[in-house]
Structure formats: structure tokens, C-alpha cells
């Protein structure tokens, strides 16, 4: 079962309470209503060949932090503090004219080439193995992509052969020869990118994508049976084939896929923020409208198969469009869609955390699209600095945190109604039990923008002994930003005083912050996030 929401008062963005009314919300969270263990691939990001992720993002020769192979390591220390479990990889749009064999073999004889996905040029000096090993060095698992646009199901095949079979086959001797003599065991295919898009590269109809899809899935475990597929979903949710999309792919590729890509982006054009903090309740019912497709084909197909979601693109994405900024086409790390994320930005990506949270029993991946520079929670300055923007934090705290068990929260409180829907609830909540069942770890997000909520999270059926880390981020101006020069947005650790009470229950006492017996008791600042983690037994 999922996080609900109890319509207990409602008002509408134009009816929000004023400063002299004091709001309250009740959260219940019981040891025994599991909504499902989580996927550590839940934390995972997405690198493309697109604008500076690769080139002057992540990979820059002539940076004085390069390491060896010409990858920024002030860079790779960002990432990895994130503990991502993948990277998918290497796209995106820039996958569906991608020829892989470019990017193998002798880097000074690699061919140059246009990239007609981002009218860009693309040198091809990152291909496979780079990026492979790249991973392996910071201990993160590449979730690779098969170009199902200009390419079809041998290509497929034979770049699976080249990364997973160990010896003696034309493919996997053209690795070794090329100076990986250990096949890189990558376990996590994608079958293409966004094929319904008319901005795709060869785009296709449901019917050719889900025959493609098919035949490349039946080739592609036939050469390696322990592979797991993702299948292309709609490319988002309001496309005018969403649901016959995903009904007739599943219908020709069921039995040989395992999951099926959700993308969505989200916007803030307008500046309505109460709406566009609204935009996680969207999310929730797009997972919950495709899981359900998901079940229906089973269905049909009478199969004991399942076919999870992979939510393996999603973001807020609109600042460098609205800015329409037109960078110059055919060059090297052409630097577009560089958002400038602000803490508007980083409230609501923390509630997407939440929804993500809250499916773990059908969401198994997710992609935070994407990891340096475009669109991203990491920024460089060509041959110069690195910082991290507002959006890293939520993220950064959910993926240290936010493993284990997800658990339901149940949550009674105030909420209003916006140009995104109605009954939206202002408090936002995702609850997770360490694998250990020594921490409960609790996300909040309070969505008013001028009042602080009184919550109180009752905790049946667990024995709290002390609040072993409270994170938050409060108190800024929504279009506070961070940059290389000033980083204003930054998260706080709140400090415990514990003491003894009466009855002889510890207690940790904050200035916002309670906990006694089997209840937390916090008052949430008006748009804030936070992260509790409590102790128990």
C-alpha cells in the first residue's frame, strides 16, 4: 500500500491560511504495512552524449584534476559521494544514431562525426570501454543502451558480445584487442530510447517498436540469458499514443522484457509554484497508470512474468529553454540545457524522491536524467571548477538514506487545489526501514510557501531511542541558486540533546523537533525538506 492522503481541510491556492492560523498534520506509520523492499537501482543517474555531460563534464584530458584517462577526478568525488548504483548510459536521443564501433579501439584513428540528435560533433574519444572502466573505478554499474532508431537487433548482439562474452568469438576477441581482456559483464540493458518521439532519430509505431523490441530482446538473451531488458515506454505521459503504446509494445515483447521506461520532466514556466509543486502527484498517478498496463498484459497473457517500471528519466527541466538560449551548433560539447536549478527546483525533486519511494513495489530503476552539466545536479566550468546545485541535496540524502523497506505512511493534514489538481496534500512523506531494522528513516516535505505544519508521526509498533541524524533545507528564497562562486543553499545538520523523561522514555529534543514513547513530533518550516533518521529497537 501506498502513501495516501486524508482530505481533512481544503483550501484553495487563493484561500491559504494567513500567518495567525496555525496548521496541523497527522502522519501514521506502522512497522507492519510494507509497501515493498527497495531496488538499490532506485538511486541511479543518466549520462548522455549531450551538450557537456561527457566532454567537459565528465571527461576533460587538459583539466589539471584528469586523471590518467582523462577523467575529471573533482568530478568522479561528486559522484560518488551519491552511492548511484547505475549509469545509464550513452543516451537518450543521441542512442538511436549512435554506431558503438566508433568509440572502440585506437582513439586517434576514431572517426568524427556529426551528432544529429543535438546537432552537435561528437569525437567519439568516450566510447564503451572508457566509459566502462570509468564506472568500475568509481564503483558504479553502467546500464548500457542499444541503438534501435538507425541499428537493429544483430547490432544489438554483437555489441553484447563485445562487452559480455569472455573469449574466442569475433566480438569478444575485437575487446581484448582493443586492451580489456575482461569482459565488462554489463547486466542492465535499455532496448533503445523515447521511439514514439517524432524528435527521434528513425522513430517507429507501436507496432515496428514492439516487433524491433522483440526480435532484439529474443537475440539478445539468447547470447546472454542473465541480462535484464527495459523496454520503451511512452516518452511522457501526455503523448498522444500513452497507454496503446505501452499496451501493444507489451503485447509483442512481454515474455522477453523485464521492465518497461517511464520519462517525465517537469515545468515551472508559469511560476505558478504551488501547482508545480503539485507535479508529484502526477508522477504517483503516471507509475500507478502504467503499472496497471503492466498487470493487464500479464493478464492477457496468462504468465506468471512480471514486467516492472523503469523510471529511468526524470527531472525538472525548463529554465534554459524559457531562457531560449540557441548555443552554436556542430561543436565539441556543445553546452546546452544547462539549467540553473533553484530551491523551488530542489523541493520538488526531493517529492519526487518520496513518490519513488512510495511505488518501490513497481518502480525497480530510476535515472536522475541527468548527472553533470545538462540537466543535472552537478555543474563544471571548462578547465576550471565544480559545485553542486540545489537539486544534488534531496538526492544526495534520499540515496544515503533511503535504503531498506518501504513502509506506508498514512498521512491526515491540510491540503488545496491548483491548476495541477485538487486535494493536494501540503505534506509530502516516505518512510524506510533499514535492512537491519535499526533505523527509521523518515523524508518530509512541507509545500506551503508561507506556514510552517505541526506534524505529529505515530510510530506503532516500534520502540524509539534517539533521533540519530535530522537533515534540512529551509529557510531560503524559492529562486535562491547555487553557482561556482556562492553556494547559498546548503543543507543543515540539526543537533541532538537527548535527555531522560519522567516516565523513563528517552527523548531528543531540538528546537522543531520531539520525540517521545512511539510519536515524533516536528514542526516543518513553510517549503522545506527533511531527513530524520530515529534509532530503534
Excluded at 25 to 50: G, K, Q, T, W
Excluded at 59 to 69: G, K, S, Y
Excluded at 260 to 284: C, K, T, V, W
Amino acid at each position: 500500500m501506498n502513501a495516501s492522503v486524508s482530505e481533512t481541510t481544503s483550501a484553495s491556492v487563493s484561500e491559504i491560511p494567513s500567518a495567525s492560523v496555525s496548521l496541523s498534520a497527522f502522519v501514521r506509520i506502522c512497522a507492519d504495512n510494507i509497501i515493498s523492499p527497495i531496488d538499490d537501482r532506485l538511486y541511479s543517474s543518466f549520462i548522455e552524449h549531450m551538450g557537456r555531460a561527457v566532454y567537459g563534464g565528465i571527461f576533460e584530458p587538459e583539466h589539471p584534476a584528469a586523471d590518467t584517462q582523462g577523467f575529471r577526478t573533482d568530478v568522479s568525488e561528486q559522484i560518488e559521494k551519491l552511492r548511484l548504483s547505475h549509469i545509464r548510459y550513452p543516451g537518450g536521443n543521441f542512442l538511436s544514431g549512435y554506431q558503438w564501433e566508433d568509440g572502440v579501439g585506437d582513439r586517434a584513428a576514431r572517426p568524427v562525426r556529426r551528432d544529429l540528435a543535438w546537432f552537435a560533433v561528437e569525437p567519439n574519444q568516450v566510447g564503451i570501454n572508457e566509459f566502462a572502466a570509468y564506472c568500475k573505478k568509481i564503483g558504479i554499474k553502467p546500464m548500457m543502451g542499444v541503438n534501435l532508431g538507425t541499428r537493429g537487433p544483430q547490432d544489438a548482439a554483437n555489441l553484447l558480445e563485445y562487452c559480455n562474452v569472455e573469449s574466442g568469438t569475433y566480438y569478444s576477441d575485437l575487446r581484448r584487442s582493443h586492451g580489456y581482456e575482461e569482459p565488462h559483464d554489463i547486466k542492465l540493458w535499455c532496448l533503445g530510447n523515447e521511439m514514439d518521439g517524432p524528435w527521434q532519430i528513425c522513430a517507429k509505431t507501436a507496432e515496428e517498436y514492439g516487433r524491433i523490441a522483440c526480435e532484439t530482446a529474443k537475440m539478445m538473451k539468447w547470447m546472454d540469458p542473465a541480462i535484464e531488458l527495459v523496454a520503451c515506454g511512452s516518452s511522457y505521459r501526455t503523448m498522444p499514443s500513452y497507454g496503446t503504446w505501452e499496451r501493444t509494445v507489451l503485447r509483442h515483447c512481454h515474455q522477453y522484457v523485464d521492465y518497461l521506461s517511464l520519462h517525465q520532466y517537469y515545468q515551472n514556466s508559469d511560476g505558478d509554484i504551488p501547482s508545480f509543486l503539485a507535479r508529484s502527484n502526477e508522477m504517483d498517478s503516471f507509475i500507478k497508470e502504467v503499472a496497471g498496463i503492466c498487470r493487464e498484459v500479464k493478464q492477457e497473457k496468462g504468465t506468471a512474468h512480471d514486467v516492472f517500471l523503469s523510471f529511468d528519466e526524470w527531472n525538472v527541466w525548463y529554465h534554459f529553454q524559457k531562457a531560449g538560449i540557441e548555443p552554436e551548433k556542430w561543436t565539441i560539447g556543445r553546452p546546452i540545457e544547462e539549467e540553473v536549478y533553484d530551491f523551488a527546483d530542489a523541493l520538488l525533486v526531493g517529492s519526487m524522491l518520496t513518490t519513488l519511494i512510495n511505488n518501490a513495489d513497481v518502480v525497480k530503476i530510476a535515472c536522475l536524467a541527468q548527472l553533470v552539466n545538462t540537466i543535472a545536479p552537478i555543474m563544471t566550468e571548462n578547465n576550471g571548477r565544480v559545485w553542486l546545485q540545489t537539486t544534488y541535496y534531496p538526492f544526495l540524502y534520499t540515496s544515503l538514506y533511503g535504503r531498506g523497506t518501504a513502509l506506508a505512511a498514512e498521512i491526515s493534514g491540510p491540503v488545496y487545489d491548483c491548476a495541477a489538481g485538487s486535494g493536494i496534500s501540503y505534506l509530502d512523506c516516505a518512510a524506510v526501514l533499514s535492512d537491519d531494522h535499526t533505523f527509521l528513516t523518515l523524508f518530509l516535505i512541507n509545500k506551503h510557501l508561507s506556514e510552517s505544519l505541526q506534524t505529529a508521526v505515530s510510530l506503532p509498533g516500534f520502540t524509539p531511542l534517539h533521533i540519530a541524524e535530522h537533515i534540512t533545507l529551509a529557510g531560503f528564497s524559492l529562486n535562491a541558486v547555487n553557482t561556482a562562486d556562492a553556494s547559498p543553499v546548503l543543507p543543515v545538520t540539526n543537533q541532538t540533546v537527548a535527555g531522560q523523561m519522567a516516565d523513563g522514555q528517552m527523548a531528543s529534543d531540538r528546537t522543531d523537533c520531539r520525540l517521545t514513547a512511539d510519536r515524533l513530533e516536528i514542526s516543518l518550516p513553510a517549503a522545506s525538506w527533511q531527513m530524520i533518521q530515529i534509532a530503534i529497537m
